[in-house]
């Protein structure tokens, strides 16, 4: 039987034809002992089937739920459970990078019931409601195609109704209340609840990775870029970690060489208290490394020693996202080489 899936401690840096640059680097990164939340990939071959039959390979599901198994043995947790739910990410991948251009479903798993559970055993009610109202909106977009001002003008419209400006200012009730109006655009676009079940968000997440191949954007980039349309995306599926848990937690992107010069070093950025996509984002002012390290030594510590690690390994520039949860660092990306990560560096600062 074709093998359509991959756990991260199976892969290498050199299958990216097969298992895209991101799933490819999550798996070196795994196997040189960096801390990377475990996960796995489904390869290029799922999605060029996929585009040429307009279906999913057979065998696909099976095998996603044979590893999605393993994932919950090594964890103990399953996904979307009601009590201490495993939640994960759904991430695009291709063999050349394609910054920004494809799409991501963070928190998969989150429902009306499992929200309650991720609320309690975290004891912050306010990062479950965020992590929710997260899912509602990105799997809105994504997934089922709407429009993504319709979200973020409701967000926008609750911070001015409670006179704050920025997302961290508002309480786990605004949250709550944000998620109901969510799932009533949910409602009103798609004539259609918000999925419940976490496995058919799941399903229905990485099909939505897959088609992110083929949008308009996407082609345009290939065409400047010279990259083959038939190449196709990887799917990641990662067990989200959380950088909104608090100020003990937050996410940031970051450089093993300045990304000018060349000279290796340390160079990045650092946001406390919030999910991956917060940075790029620009919602808040994020921090200097030098601040992070100031903030907490010991993430900081163990970020550099990574950085490090992945200097000496790759011998290149790696340009990093990063994720510290109550304390605790994660890598979840690594990419190597020069242009993207200095035109992304030049244009933040
Ligand atoms: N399992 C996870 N736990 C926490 N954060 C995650 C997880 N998976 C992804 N993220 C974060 O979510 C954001 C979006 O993910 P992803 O890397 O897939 O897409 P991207 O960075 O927007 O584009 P690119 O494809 O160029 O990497 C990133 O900041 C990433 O670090
Ligand atoms: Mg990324």
Redesign the pocket.
Known sequence: MEKYVYEFSEGNRDLKDLLGG?GANLAEMTNIGLPV?P?FTITTDACRIYMKTNKLPPELRVQVTMQLRRLEDALGRLLGDTNDPLL??V???AKF??????E?V?NVGLNDASVEGLATFAGDARFAWDSYRRLIQMFGKTVLGIDGEKFSDALDARKKARGVATDTELTADDLHALVDEFKAIVKGETGREFPQQPREQLDLAIEAVFDSWNTDRARLYRRRERISDDLGTAV?V??????NLGDDSG?GVCFTRDPSTGMVGDYGDYLPNA???D??AGIRNTLALADFEKLDKKAFDELRQAMRTLESHYRDLCDI?F?VERGKL?M??TRVGKRTAAAAFRIAH
């Open positions: 991101k939340p996960g994960v990410s991430r695009s991948g990078s394609m910054p920004g251009m494809m991501t963070l990641n990662v067990a989200m970690v959380f950088g996410t999910q991956g996509e940075v790029g996202e994720t994660w979840l990306q």
